[in-house]
Structures are given as C-alpha cells and as structure tokens.
C-alpha cells in the first residue's frame, strides 16, 4: 500500500517542460509538486487547489507573465491567496528584479543557482509563512543564526521533518546528532563569554568542514549544536563523534597563554532504529543521551547500538577481536568503518600472500574516504 506523501505541495511555472523537470529533479525528494506552463493557468491552480504552499515562478510565461500572475497573486482578497510565498526565477534584467521586489516576491533567484541553495531558502519560506513572517524579512535571518551563520533550530526541526518523510517513504534512515562543550558554565567563568563564543565558532567550524553537504548543521538549545544526516546509520554517527571527541580533546587550544583541557561529548539517535513517533523526538532522544553522557562524566558519546550506556572509545584491533570473541559485538559496531581503515593494509597483505578474495571494489573505493576523515580529525 502506498505511503500517502505528507511533503510541502509546490507549484511550479515555467514554459519550458525541460526546466519544470529539472527542478523537479532537484527538489522531489523533499517535496510534492503540480506544474503549469503559463501564468493564466497557474492562477487558476492557485485558486482552486488550496495544498498549494509556494509558488516558483518564471518571469517569462506566455498569457500572462510572471510579474503579472505576482501582482494578481497580491492583489487577492483571500488571505491563502495573497500572502502565499512567491519565490521567481530571474535573468539578468536587474530592472526586472526590482520591480518583482517591489510588487511583493518573497524572494528572486537566479536560475543558475545549485540545487543545494535552492533548498534553504525554499524551506524558509514555507516555514514563514505558516508563521506570518513579514514578506520583506530577509531569508538569512529566517534560515540562518545572524551571530554564527549556523541554521537555526526551526529550519533544522523542518529538514528533520523532511527527511523523516523521506526515509519513511523510501524505507531509509536519518540519523541525528547533539553535541556540547562539557562544563560549560566552568569555561565561561574562567574564560569569559567572548572566549566561549570564539570556541564554540571554532567548534562549529570543525564541524561544517566534516560533515557532508546534504547534512544540516544548526543550533538546538542553549549551547548545543546539532547535526540532521538522512541516510546515515547509527554506527557512523557514533564513529564520526568519537573521532571528533578524539580531535577535540587532543587540540592545543590556547586562551590567555594557557593550553584549555576541552572535551565534548554527544548524543546519537536514529530512526528506524529508536522507533521515535516524531521528527521532534528523535532529535530530543539525541538530546537525552548528550546530557546522559555529561552526567556520566563526560568526553564520551551516547549513542544507541547499546542504548542507554556510553560508547567506549575507538578500540584497538586487537581490543576489537576480544570484544567480538566473547560475545560483544555492539561495542565494536559503532567503530567498523575506522577499524576496517586500519585493517586493509593488514587485508591486502592477506591477499596478496595467500590469493585470497577479501577485498571488494567497494571496499577499496569506500577506505580513502574513512582515511581522509580521520587524518583530518586529527589535526584539527
């Protein structure tokens, strides 16, 4: 039975069927979408289909143009009409541009733009609009911390959503990840807050150069940050934060001439994996288990491969062999893809020697990666 979409509806109009599909293309995996091919027309989808909850919009359309179907679209007496969010899609007739600003689009951009920076500013309108933001409100501030350049919580809460959506459709997974300073109140005493702050932008910067472009970096409470990354099992997560609590703990930070002893730790979550209800939840479940890790001393991750306790550090191989031999395979999962990194030179010698087929292409082709992530973590 299919799975009924829960995905934000869009309209798209263009004359071209080449460019609609190609945004499609785009952006289907996070929403739903009805196409026209001229301004009359979308108006009337706009009238009469009420799931409608943004617009993109040429500028050039045949009937009636894209400015055109923007000032009917205002001049509205309906309230789902009129303040609906228009996102136009422009060239480089810059007089074009001000005048669609001036008769009330949410936002322009250009049609060259990369898909990756269609999707903030798309979300952030949507999200707005529900909440009645002010059409000219810059859609920086709606997506982005103006202090760190960090998506806010709200923007990471609706990708959660999305990817959740996605996952459950699609039979896939998401994983969620929320980190923090340890004693923090203790480092603001002794540091100060602007130090604080400087650290926690050093952090973050850290973070931004890890993680991968689908995944959402953004702030969650107070001083904890948290990363959204769809397609990603737990083990990963669990792997990627202890080498990222390694890196942190091992950094010659210096403030005011003396070296900071700083650690992290960090809370992991996954669904299908915890059976969480909402995309809420699963970043709250993270949250529970950062603060589990805290109380439980802190410098540790919480992840759930064994819920409720603390992943140990990256065992050695030969620790991993001892722990897998008598019986505790799940304190060795979270840590595969760093020990299989250490292990394929140890791979290729076996198979070298004894014609032995352990290696796959996949394998060899997936090593470098880990390798990279790791030696980069260690000089951060």
């Not at 509806?9 to 196409?35: C, P, T």
């Not at 050039?60 to 894209?66: F, H, N, W």
């Not at 809370?267 to 949250?287: C, K, M, Q, T, Y």
């Amino acid at each position: 039975m299919d799975i009924p979409s829960t995905l934000p509806r869009i309209l798209i109009v263009d004359e071209s069927r080449m460019a609609r599909a190609l945004i499609i293309k785009n952006l289907s995996d996070q929403y739903s979408f009805r196409e026209e091919g001229d301004g009359e027309s979308a108006w009337q989808v706009l009238v009469l289909d009420s799931s409608i909850q943004l617009v993109i919009c040429s500028l050039s359309l045949p009937v009636l143009d894209g400015d055109g179907l923007l000032v009917r679209v205002r001049s509205s007496r309906l309230p789902r009409i009129s303040q609906m969010p228009m996102l136009m899609i422009s060239g480089d007739n810059h007089e074009m541009i001000e005048r669609v600003r001036l008769h009330g689009a949410s936002d322009v951009i250009s049609r060259e733009t990369v898909a990756a920076d269609w999707l903030p500013r798309i979300a952030a309108l949507i999200l707005h609009a529900k909440e009645g933001a002010r059409p000219q409100e810059s859609v920086d501030e709606r997506v982005l911390n103006p202090e760190t350049g960090l998506f806010t919580r709200k923007y990471v809460e609706l990708q959660a959503l999305q990817a959740m959506s996605h996952a459950l459709r699609h039979r896939g997974q998401v994983s969620a990840m929320v980190m923090c300073f340890d004693q923090v109140d203790a480092l603001r005493e002794e540091q100060g807050v602007e130090a604080l702050a400087q650290l926690e932008k050093r952090f973050a910067a850290i973070l931004s150069s890890k993680i991968r472009q689908e995944d959402s970096l953004g702030h969650y409470i107070g001083n904890q940050l948290v990363v959204l990354s769809p397609g990603t099992p737990h083990p990963s997560c669990e792997s990627f934060g202890n080498r990222l609590r390694k890196a942190i703990q091992e950094a010659n930070i210096v403030v005011h001439g003396k070296r900071l002893n700083l650690s992290v730790s960090i809370g992991v979550s996954n669904s299908p994996v915890d059976e969480v209800a909402s995309s809420g939840a699963l970043i709250e479940l993270a949250a529970s288990r950062l603060s589990a890790a805290q109380q439980e001393g802190g410098n540790r991750v919480v992840g759930c491969a064994v819920k409720g306790s603390a992943v140990s550090a990256l065992p050695s191989i030969e620790r991993a062999i001892e722990l897998i031999t008598s019986g505790r395979e799940n304190e060795v999962l979270p840590h595969l893809d760093a020990l299989m990194n250490q292990a394929l030179p140890l791979l290729k010698l076996f198979e070298q020697e004894f014609k032995l087929n352990l290696l796959s292409t996949d394998v060899e082709q997936e090593s470098p990666d880990l390798a990279r992530e790791d030696k980069d973590a260690g000089q951060n």
